[in-house]
C-alpha cells in the first residue's frame, strides 16, 4: 500500500515552546490529509482537515492557533502545537488521501511529551 | 448516540479461531467502509475497503456490509498471535472525505 511517513517519531519538548510534526506521502499525492489526536486505549479524533494550498478546517473545540496546520505542497503536510502544556502531550497521527480515490493511509504517528 | 458503533472488547480467542468483529452505524450518508488494525503505540493500517453491499475476501481477512441493516463485519480465519491489536472500523461519506471510526475493539490471540 501508500506511505505515508511522520516525523520525528518520538519529541520531547519543554513546556511553552513549539514543535513542528511533518506527515509526508512518499510514493503518491495527497490533495487531503488529516491530523488526528489519540489518547491511551482510545479512538482516533479528528483535529482537522488540511487541503493542499488552503486553509485547513479544524473540528469544533480545536484551537487553530494552537494548532498551525500548514499544506504547502501534495505530499506534505506539517501540524505545530504552539506554546505547548502538559496537557498537549499525545499521540498525533496524519493520514493522506491519493488525490484519485477515496482510500485513506495512516502514518506511523507521532509521539509528544510536553514536560 | 454515536455515529458508528463498535464493542472495545476485548476480545480474547485462541489461536486459530474464527474471529468476527462488528459495526454498526446510523447515517445513511456512509458510503464508503474500511478496516484498520493498529498494533500498540503505532499507526493505523489498512486492512480492508469496501463499498458495496456484500463481501470482500483478501487472505485471511472477510469484510462484509450489509448496508439495509447498516452493519459491517471483519472476518479473520485461522487467527494468529499476530493478529493481537486493535481493529478500527471507520466509514466516510465520498471521495477524500473525514473518515468517522468506531472506538476499536481490542483482540487478543492466545496460544
Known amino acids: 500500500g501508500a506511505v505515508v511517513s511522520q516525523h520525528p517519531s518520538r519529541v520531547i519538548c519543554k513546556s511553552g515552546t513549539s514543535v513542528k510534526i511533518e506527515c509526508r506521502s512518499l510514493d503518491f499525492q495527497a490533495t487531503t490529509m488529516f491530523w488526528y489526536r489519540q489518547f491511551p486505549k482510545q479512538s482516533l479524533m479528528l483535529m482537522a482537515t488540511?487541503?493542499?494550498?488552503?486553509?485547513?478546517?479544524?473540528e469544533q473545540g480545536v484551537e487553530k492557533d494552537k494548532f498551525l496546520i500548514n499544506h504547502a505542497s501534495l505530499t506534505l503536510s506539517t501540524l505545530t502545537v504552539t506554546s505547548a502544556h502538559p496537557e498537549d502531550s499525545s499521540f498525533y497521527i496524519c493520514s493522506a488521501t491519493l488525490t484519485a480515490g477515496n482510500t485513506i493511509y495512516f502514518g506511523e504517528g507521532s509521539w509528544l511529551t510536553v514536560v | 448516540q454515536k455515529e458508528v458503533e463498535q464493542d472495545p472488547g476485548p476480545l480474547s480467542v485462541p489461536e486459530g479461531a474464527i474471529v468476527s468483529l462488528n459495526c454498526t452505524y446510523s447515517n445513511s450518508a456512509f458510503q464508503y467502509f474500511m478496516w484498520y488494525r493498529q498494533y500498540s503505540r503505532k499507526g493505523p493500517e489498512l486492512l480492508m475497503y469496501t463499498y458495496s453491499s456484500g463481501n470482500k475476501e483478501d487472505g485471511r481477512f472477510t469484510a462484509q456490509v450489509d448496508k439495509s441493516s447498516k452493519y459491517i463485519s471483519l472476518f479473520i480465519r485461522d487467527s494468529q498471535p499476530s493478529d493481537s491489536a486493535t481493529y478500527l472500523c471507520a466509514t466516510n461519506t465520498g471521495t477524500a472525505s473525514k473518515l468517522t471510526f468506531g472506538t476499536g475493539t481490542r483482540l487478543q490471540v492466545t496460544l
Open positions: 488540511s487541503n493542499e494550498g488552503s486553509k485547513a478546517t479544524y
